[in-house]
């Protein structure tokens, strides 16, 4: 039979402690931290874009009109315009502009790229956000994704203790409660991949 020193089963005891708490950190990584209390509003996909056709002319020489053909067959007119898309597609907007002075129309005076599909999308949505305790609640991300990133992988918090993982979810609260359910998304490539991509929506549970 050997013994051991009680210094030696203390330091032993608190070797367990740091490797146990290592192990708990390990975890909370790998689930895309989402305990972090610093998770920020949904990144949606952009339909909309804002654009400013004077920076393109030289303004002393006017006055002009400015016609901006949007790429889905619509014109507006104004120097500054917005416009909303109903498409996910990348579109072309062309800017003319008219010489009020002499009715001279410069075509083409500008052509501007609008990319509506290659986004990142942090975003997510759920079947209710109110339900009773013992009702299932549906999450779903079509859109999510993280252009320049590989291996995405996709971690919900109920924060009720229960983490699942993938683009989809389904979930049945225990309690009644309000809930901020998080989606994360975490994948490899540089710095900005790894790092945690984290929204949050409300979630209330009545009894």
């Given at each position: 039979?050997?013994?051991?020193?009680?210094a030696s089963r203390g330091r032993a005891a608190a070797l367990a402690f740091?490797?146990?708490l290592a192990a708990l950190v390990a975890r909370a990584q790998q689930a895309g931290d989402t305990t972090s209390v610093n998770c920020g509003p949904p990144l949606p996909r952009m339909l909309c874009v804002d654009l400013d056709g004077r920076p393109s002319v030289d303004e002393a020489a006017g006055p002009f009109t400015y016609q901006w053909q949007m790429g889905d067959g619509t014109t507006l007119t104004g120097p500054t315009?917005?416009?909303c898309y109903k498409e996910r597609k990348n579109y072309v907007v062309q800017l003319d502009?008219?010489?009020d002075k002499t009715g001279e129309i410069r075509r083409g005076q500008k052509y501007i790229p609008i990319n509506l599909v290659q986004q990142d999308v942090v975003d997510f949505t759920a079947s209710t956000t109110r339900v009773r305790v013992g009702q299932p609640v549906s999450f779903a991300?079509?859109?999510a994704q993280l252009l320049s990133c590989n291996n995405v992988q996709y971690v919900w918090d109920f924060r009720d203790g229960t983490v699942q993982q993938g683009r989809t979810a389904q979930h049945v609260f225990r309690r009644p409660g309000t809930y901020q359910v998080r989606f994360s998304m975490r994948g490899y490539?540089?710095?900005a991949c790894i790092a945690s991509h984290c929204v949050s929506r409300e979630i209330v549970v009545e009894p």
């Open positions: 039979m050997r013994f051991f020193p009680a740091l490797l146990s315009v917005t416009h502009v008219i010489v991300s079509p859109e490539g540089s710095a």
